[in-house]
């Protein structure tokens, strides 16, 4: 079972296969790995002592950087993620510590989320995707629908105050046209974030895990 994994100069934590979403270009529809990491299927759910242990199993000294993003929605579990963030902080406080999510947290909890992350994550990477709703709703099919897209702006803009950097992103040409990418950063702008345009690799173009 593939807990942790290493891409590029980062170790990623895989803690859960669920996501509130169906997007339609998710890497889940055909692949089962990224960057020729092993399977990220898990048969099942680590437990936060597995995810420490895992952790462990790293030489922090060469690398900068945790990211918590797997093959699935890491709010999904966000007790276990925020006590990994808390091992992570305490036990390697030099290391950067970041969350790549749909910004769907709020409604997973049933509750707001964003003052959580507080003193534990240095990052939050959202997918924003688009500027345009009913586009979102198309496109990332979220079970929660319509209420999502206004859910995720009201997310990023708390984490921003609580979370030292707060990311948005969208897919570069020609998935997001250079007029909506400058409509993506003006809503990142607003809510305190910054706008990221990552760049469109066919085959490649799941919302989180090669930011
Ligand atoms: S791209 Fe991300 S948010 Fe969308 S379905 Fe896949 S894991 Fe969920």
């Not at 688009?130 to 999502?148: I, K, M, N, S, W």
């Not at 948005?168 to 809510?191: F, W, Y």
């Amino acid at each position: 079972m593939t807990i942790t994994y290493q891409v590029k100069d980062s170790v990623y934590v895989n803690l859960t296969n669920r996501c509130p979403c169906a997007c339609t270009f998710c890497l889940r529809n055909n692949a089962d790995s990224v960057y020729g990491s092993p399977s990220l299927w898990l048969e099942r759910e680590p437990t936060i002592d597995e995810v420490v242990a895992s952790l462990e199993s790293w030489d922090w000294k060469r690398f900068g950087e945790c990211v918590f993003c797997g093959y699935g929605e890491p709010t999904e579990r966000l007790d276990v993620l925020l006590a990994a963030a808390a091992h992570m902080k305490a036990a390697h406080p030099n290391v950067r510590i970041r969350v790549n999510t749909n910004g769907l947290s709020d409604l997973i909890a049933g509750e707001p989320t964003a003052r959580r992350f507080a003193g534990k994550v240095d990052c939050i990477s959202i997918s924003l995707n688009t500027d345009d709703p009913a586009e979102y709703l198309a496109v990332c099919r979220p079970h929660f629908g319509e209420a999502a897209y206004p859910a995720m702006l009201r997310f990023a803009e708390e984490a921003a105050r609580y979370v030292p950097e707060v990311v948005m992103t969208v897919v570069g040409e020609p998935v997001t046209s250079v007029e909506k990418q400058e409509r993506c950063r003006a809503i990142a702008t607003r809510l305190g974030a910054r706008l990221r345009v990552r760049r469109y690799e066919p085959g490649i173009v799941t919302a989180k895990i090669d930011e």
